[in-house]
């Protein structure tokens, strides 16, 4: 089983829809999650921690259910300018970030 | 902008040869950490350095190796080029807590093309 999982995609929505993204994480004693957007031939970047509690920035909601290890991220009122690859990432106890395939997202006009 | 860079922006070479590639770092980030991405895939982890010294390594062998130098910057060393190493590699840097939810800044990485 991969360490991170994502929706293999791709997503294609129209502007305005909401969009939901679903990561799983295979060691259940990781202790840091994140949402990255990397846009074509970029750099990743960081979108949002996500927390237990759930957390908002926005139009951006990430959810976090340690119990499932699961990670979600939803999109609402989707914007051209969201069209990106999301990227689930997560850290363990030690120091480095794993990252998912990556879920290509693009919003159409 | 993140204030990360790396050099040069694009590189090709031929198998069996050697490349260096750059990053400088933030002023204050103690902490330097390698990926590679393969086309089509996340960032993999390559290894981390913290105030100079190797802290961490994922699954690459030894012909990938490290230097991090005092002046916030370092390099990523790969010796006998194959084919798969074609990907974009990625430095990204952060202040310099080893475990915790301190960020790590990407650098806008080095494409390296393997002929």
């Known amino acids: 089983r991969k360490e991170v999982e994502q929706d293999p995609g791709p997503f294609n929505v129209p502007e305005g829809a909401t969009v939901a993204f679903n990561c799983t994480y295979s060691?259940?004693?990781?202790?840091?999650f994140f949402w990255y957007r990397q846009d074509c031939r970029k750099e990743p970047k960081l979108l949002m921690s996500?927390?237990?509690s759930g957390n908002e920035d926005g139009r951006f909601t990430a959810q976090l259910n340690r119990a499932s290890q699961y990670i979600s991220l939803l999109i609402r009122d989707s914007k051209l300018s969201d069209s990106a690859t999301y990227l689930c990432v997560v850290r363990g106890s030690n120091y480095k970030l794993t990252f998912g395939k990556g879920t290509l997202l693009t919003v159409n006009p | 902008e993140t204030g990360v860079t790396q050099s040069p922006t694009h590189l090709i070479k031929t198998r069996g040869q050697q490349v260096t590639l750059r990053c400088s770092s933030q002023?204050?980030?103690?902490?330097v950490s390698w990926y590679q991405q393969a086309l089509g895939q996340g960032p993999q982890f390559i290894f981390q350095?913290?105030?100079?010294?190797?802290?961490g390594r994922g699954n690459f062998p030894p012909r990938f190796s490290g230097l991090q130098f005092p002046n916030y910057s370092s390099e990523l060393n790969v010796n006998a080029l194959e084919l798969d190493d074609s990907a974009l590699y990625l430095c990204?840097?952060?202040?310099?807590?080893?475990?915790?939810?301190?960020?790590?800044?990407f650098g806008p990485g080095t494409r390296l093309t393997v002929l």
């Open positions: 002023s204050g980030h103690n902490t």
């Open positions: 996500v927390y237990s």
């Open positions: 990204a840097s952060s202040v310099g807590v080893v475990q915790g939810t301190d960020t790590q800044y």
């Open positions: 350095y913290y105030r100079e010294e190797e802290n």
């Open positions: 060691n259940s004693a990781s202790q840091s």
